[in-house]
């Protein structure tokens, strides 16, 4: 019966080191994709002048996200952080792009950027994948329920 346990405690103990060690891999991936690219829009950052620092909250709270939702793999808890990185994803878009519009002078021009167009797809995928959180944690508790034939 302590052998079990032992067991028991052991195979958690695994998953629980297994579950924080591929967050931490999954973290740092995003944060080194995120280091690649920022390299690339560095230059955009000087004509916007808190450009840098709204790609960075979303990047934190992001990364965040998903450290927190792979800690939690394997529970129904998982299925919200899915969707509540959805949420966030949306609710960073509309706040952060407000109309889509952006207009900026330079020297003696005046430029116009619609971003209205990508905003829309950006939100729509968000939409997606808030409606695949929802039906997996749905799928989640019908398994969950279903008694086990033998």
């Known amino acids: 019966m302590a052998d079990a346990n032992s067991n028991s ?47 960075e909250t979303f990047v934190a709270v992001y990364i965040t996200l998903i450290i927190v939702t792979e800690l939690t793999s394997g529970t129904i808890y998982q299925h919200f952080f899915n969707a509540a990185k959805a949420l966030f994803v949306i609710g960073y878009l509309m706040f952060s792009m407000r109309t889509g519009i952006f207009g900026m002078t330079f020297q003696n021009m005046s430029f116009l950027i619609d971003l209205r167009l990508f905003l829309i797809v950006a939100m729509l995928l968000s939409l997606l994948g808030l409606a695949k959180s929802v039906l997996q944690a749905i799928d989640f508790m019908s398994e969950k329920a279903e008694p086990i034939r033998m």
């Open 9 to 55: 405690t052991k195979r958690r103990a695994k998953g629980i080191v297994f579950r924080a060690l591929k967050a931490t891999v999954k973290g740092v991936l995003f944060y080194i994709v995120y280091f690649i690219l920022w390299q690339f829009m560095a230059p955009v950052s000087q004509f916007i002048p808190s450009f840098q620092q709204m790609v």
